[in-house]
C-alpha cells in the first residue's frame, strides 16, 4: 500500500499536546493521528450500526433464544 501525506493545521499548543500524547504510548504523532482517525469513523459506523438494529428491534421486539440459534444453525 503507498503511502500518502495529509496536512492538518493547528495551533502550538494543540500539537505539543498531540506529540506528548502519542510519545507516552510509545507511537509517532503520525501513526497516533491516523489511528485516531480511523478509530474515530469505526466507532461513529458502529453507533449508526447499533441505531439501526435498535430501530429494528424497536418494532419487532420478538426475541429467539440462543439454544433455538444455535439448534438450527450448528
Not at 503511502?3 to 492538518?8: E, V
Not at 499548543?13 to 507511537?27: N, P, R, T
Not at 461513529?44 to 420478538?62: H, Y
Request: glycine share 2%; no cysteine; aromatic share 8%.
Amino acid at each position: 500500500m503507498a503511502s500518502t501525506t495529509m496536512t492538518i493545521r493547528m495551533d502550538e499548543e494543540e500539537k505539543q499536546l498531540i506529540s506528548d500524547y502519542a510519545k507516552v504510548f510509545g507511537v509517532s504523532t503520525s501513526e497516533f493521528m491516523r489511528k485516531s482517525a480511523l478509530e474515530r469513523i469505526e466507532d461513529e459506523l458502529d453507533l449508526e450500526d447499533w441505531k439501526r438494529a435498535k430501530a429494528e428491534f424497536d418494532a419487532d421486539p420478538e426475541t429467539v433464544p440462543a439454544a433455538e440459534v444455535a439448534k438450527k444453525y450448528l
